[in-house]
């Protein structure tokens, strides 16, 4: 925590030094308004150690809306800030190359170049302004309407060994509701309920983190997601959130009810729970293996997948994987089973996509979408909620129909 407490203050501190150094000291002497300056950041900080510190445990679970308006407000001051001061310094960077290159061609002054090597910073100036305020619309957006512009995305899986019965066949998935993020807005849950039931797939299910840190944050959305519906049901998988791993418990007997409760909560719901096991899924005369792993991620995630168990029973038959982690696809997936399509979430895609590129990307291979390995594919779905910054532009919440299409030999 405290390392989040120190970069948090150098992100909002380190441009507000610049700004303050390189325009605001030379354009005001007076001391009045040179100090309204840190007011915006000396109140966030405030804020950032109220509830942080003098909070309690926990203060995400207890105050996840608060925490997040604050992780907006924190957003939408510095990142356009950082972007005014990056072009800025660019600026200072150009001017100086373009001195030096005459300084030594033309023998100048440094500070009276000659042209064509005259680079003034204003230009750059402007682009900062304009970048900036380009990047706080799309900040206010992204916490006002993104987080809730849910889309709904067709896409298709061709296989052989697809049996003909199953030629057509739609699976809807869903993943990350992150369900406490969503307290005090039922109404978005209601209407993504409303959706998913529009696209009348014959198949739901769920790849993982129904909650953030504690399971009664379900308790008052289990009426409305229990109005779910297909007609071959719905199915769940873990994923790293639903442990309850990120909530401080008095003993591990807390920890272990809070799962025992989860699991609890969604068979009331009406949905089936995949831990390490599996279902067999007919349809139209044929069969087909619905797979289902608790969470496998890379360090420091949890890994508690037993794939070989979850397997057992279904040789020979095509076969679907519910796998939270899109990690686990090439580290066990791929490499120990010949499973054909599975199905992922976990990566959000950071909750930022533009023009086609993520910063999610820097950590996971596959993060937003199909990939395929010959025939195999992996799915990873962008999810639909989020983890305390309540967010998304570009990376919409996402609900996925996937149909699966028999090919000929």
């Known amino acids: 925590m405290h390392r989040i407490t120190l970069i948090l203050i150098l992100f909002l501190l ?149 049996p003909k019965g199953f030629d057509g066949y739609r699976i809807l998935q869903l993943s990350d509701i992150h369900i406490g993020s969503w307290l005090g807005n039922p109404e978005a849950v209601r209407h993504l309920v409303s959706l998913v039931n529009e696209q009348k797939a014959d198949l739901i299910v769920f790849t993982g983190d129904l909650v953030n840190q504690q399971s009664h944050e379900l308790d008052g959305f289990k009426e409305i997601l229990s109005r779910l519906h297909a007609p071959d049901g719905i199915y769940s998988i873990l994923g790293n959130h639903d442990y309850g791993i990120y909530y401080r418990w008095r003993n591990r007997k807390e920890e272990t009810a809070n799962l025992e409760y989860l699991i609890e909560q969604q068979k009331e719901m009406g949905w089936k729970m995949l831990n390490n096991e599996h279902d067999i899924l007919y349809h139209k005369g044929d069969s087909i293996a619905l797979i289902g792993v608790e969470n496998d991620g890379e360090p420091p995630f949890s890994q508690f997948a037993d794939l070989p168990k979850a397997m057992q029973g279904t040789e020979g038959m095509f076969r679907i994987l519910l796998s939270h982690n899109p990690t686990h696809w090439r580290r066990e997936v791929l490499p120990g089973s010949d499973i054909e399509l599975t199905l992922s979430g976990h990566t959000h895609a950071m909750q930022m996509e533009m023009f086609g590129h993520s910063l999610a990307s820097l950590i996971y291979p596959e993060w937003a979408g199909m990939y395929y390995e010959g025939k195999r594919a992996l799915y990873v779905n962008v999810g639909i909620g989020y983890v305390g910054l309540p967010f998304r532009f570009g990376a919409w919440p996402e609900i996925t129909v996937i149909k699966l299409v028999s090919e000929n030999e």
């Not at 150690?49 to 309690?56: K, L």
């Not at 900036?132 to 512009?149: H, M, P, W």
């Not at 709904?152 to 061709?158: A, G, T």
């Open 14 to 162: 380190l441009p507000d030094m610049y700004i303050y150094l390189v325009y605001i000291v030379k354009k005001t002497r007076n001391i009045v308004w040179r100090s309204t300056y840190w007011l915006p950041t000396a109140m966030l900080v405030a804020i950032y150690m109220y509830y942080i510190y003098m909070t309690g445990d926990n203060a995400l679970s207890h105050h996840p809306q608060g925490i997040g308006r604050l992780a907006v407000a924190v957003m939408l001051f510095a990142v356009p800030k950082t972007v005014f001061m990056l072009c800025s310094l660019l600026g200072i960077l150009m001017r100086g190359i373009s001195r030096l290159l005459s300084l030594v061609i033309f023998r100048t002054p440094f500070r009276s170049p000659r042209s064509p090597f005259v680079t003034h910073r204003l230009p750059y100036t402007l682009l900062g302004l304009i970048l900036g305020v380009i990047s706080f619309a799309n900040i206010l957006y992204g916490a006002i309407a993104g987080i809730t512009r849910f889309e709904v995305k067709d896409v298709e899986y061709r296989s052989a060994n697809i």
